[in-house]
């Protein structure tokens, strides 16, 4: 090999490296045998050539690769924005509907309470204005009895006295209505009710009056439940009365007042031996108005029974009754023991 | 009649019930000076001297106010609150007398200061005991200022 061909050579490898250097990363030399020293050298650089090409490659992919990720993560955060902007959307719509919402419970409480005061005026003027009429009828045919019996032939006298009777049950069934009405509109005030005392308050009052001394009591022991006192009293009071008025007309008339225990509540029930009902009217029992027997009869304005009703609804319990004629009657009720009003 | 000095100033629109109260105390041989009024508008106009009673004086006020609730023009719960809160009147007792056992009028009456208030009933009997009783009272064992 000639010095000339020698340097030839070194001008190619030295290009090679400029070559190299400058990125072409393509530059190849071509050994030729003649000079195995450059050979090796070229070989070298070109093995250099390749790595470098094979770290470009791989260096480009990551390249590629980091910039997907970065435009992954760029739509990810895009997804996020909507995603915010549509929850708040939603939820400046639920407190709209929530605004809307209040606003109509809000119209509809004004409303029911604009109709429970019409409720109040209605029971206030049936008390003042139907009461008034009726004191001057009875009034003034008592004082006409007492004032002028001496111009007035029996027959006159039996009128009035009718005339006092009828007003008398007028002025109870205009009482009665009031207390039913009211009814509705008080607050239950939940307390602990001492069933076994309000009974024998109401028994004891029975056994003091000539009318029901006949009665034989038999008051089982009564627990205590949760409830509205003055309520549950009136309650009891209704169903002994109508027990020991439907009762005192038969020979040996018994009264059983007690309770059955079942999956931990408690079912009171007050019992007669009396004329009982007919059960296909079990249904009319409760209505308010409604009576079974005739007025002559057995007095009465047939409220009671509704007022019972309602009590036990408004406490969320259960009220029925059980009976064949002449064979007396049970009515039966139940409370909840956990009262949510 | 009023510038004699009256005993009992009957608030009444209802003169069956009036009647009723004059029967009652003429039976007890009771005879307080009464004068009658039939509304609330009345009723003031006679407790301040205004209007057609402008004449009275001031100094004979009645000794007992008996006075209804529901009245035509001015209604009993305004005519109390009138009464109650002027120094003159203020002391002279007035007794509630109504149909109404309704809770809320009971407590509004003795809020405004009521010295009584009464439940007419429907019969004669318990009707002209309890009107007796209430005049005795008011005009023979109460002392007023």
Known sequence: MDSSSHEQKIQLILNQIIQLATGNLDARGAPDNSDDDLDGIILGLNMLGEELQKSRESLRQKSLELERQVDETQLANEMLRSEVQERRKAESQIRKLNQELEKRVEKRTAQLQKANEELEAFSYSVAHDLRSPLRSILSYSQITLKRHSKFLNEEAKRYLRTIEEKTHEMGQLIDDLLAFALLNQKEISTQTVATDKIVDNIVQSYKMDVRSKEIAWNIQSLPNIQGDRTLIKQVFTNLISNAVKFTVVKPNPMVTVGTISEGGLNTFFVKDNGVGFDMQYKDKLFGVFQRLHEKEQFEGTGVGLAIVQRIIERHHGKVWAESMIDQGATFYFSIPPELNN | ?145
């Open chain 2, 1 to 145: 009649m009023e510038n004699k000095t009256v005993d009992i100033l009957l608030v009444e629109d209802n003169a069956s019930d009036a009647e009723l109260i004059l029967i009652s105390l003429e039976e007890k041989k009771l005879v307080p000076s009464i004068f009658m009024v039939r509304d609330g508008e009345k009723a003031l106009d006679y407790i301040f001297s205004r209007g057609e009673f402008g004449h009275r004086s001031g100094e004979d006020n009645p000794k007992l106010i008996l006075l209804d609730l529901k009245l035509p023009k001015i209604n009993g719960l305004e005519v109390l609150s009138s009464i109650k809160e002027k120094v003159p009147t203020k002391n002279i007792p007035v007794v509630i007398l109504t149909s109404s056992a309704h809770s809320k009028d009971i407590e509004e009456c003795y809020r405004l200061g009521a010295n009584s208030y009464i439940v007419k009933p429907i019969g004669f009997d318990e009707f002209s005991k309890i009107i007796t009783h209430t005049v005795k009272y008011w005009l023979e064992i109460n002392k007023t200022l």
